[in-house]
């Protein structure tokens, strides 16, 4: 079954640090570009930044490129979104989407991320 599961969320102080896994089934993560969403309540989806097969330079959106970095490892077929420095205002379902050389991209479930207090 070709699928995406994101993993650890969770709650979190303001100032903590998390570290989100996506991680591959079915298919090989290594020949897609990874990307990361969010989404907070009552708001759109938000793309986070992205990571080409190579892994060398993620590109992140220029306002959380200081405290959000994308990474992956194509032996564990899995993709990392590590959170720093959290505020309340990063509370949001984040995901992670695969997009494949040929075939339709591929979403996770998401994982929550809850920053508070």
């Known amino acids: 079954q070709v699928q995406l599961v994101e993993s650890g969320g969770g709650l979190v102080q303001p100032g903590g640090s998390l570290r989100l896994s996506c991680a591959a089934s079915g298919f090989n993560l290594g020949t897609s570009v990874m990307s990361w969403y969010r989404q907070a309540p009552g708001k759109g989806r938000q793309l986070l930044g992205f990571?080409?097969?190579?892994?060398?330079?993620?590109d992140i959106l220029d306002s959380v490129k200081d405290r959000f970095t994308i990474s992956r490892d194509n032996a564990k077929n899995t993709v990392y979104l590590q959170l720093n420095n959290l505020t309340p205002e990063d509370t949001a379902k984040y995901s992670c989407?695969?997009?494949?050389?040929?075939?339709?991209?591929?979403w996770g479930q998401g994982t929550q991320v809850t920053v508070s207090s």
């Open positions: 989407k695969a997009s494949r050389p040929t075939g339709r991209d591929i």
């Open positions: 990571i080409k097969t190579g892994g060398d330079s993620p």
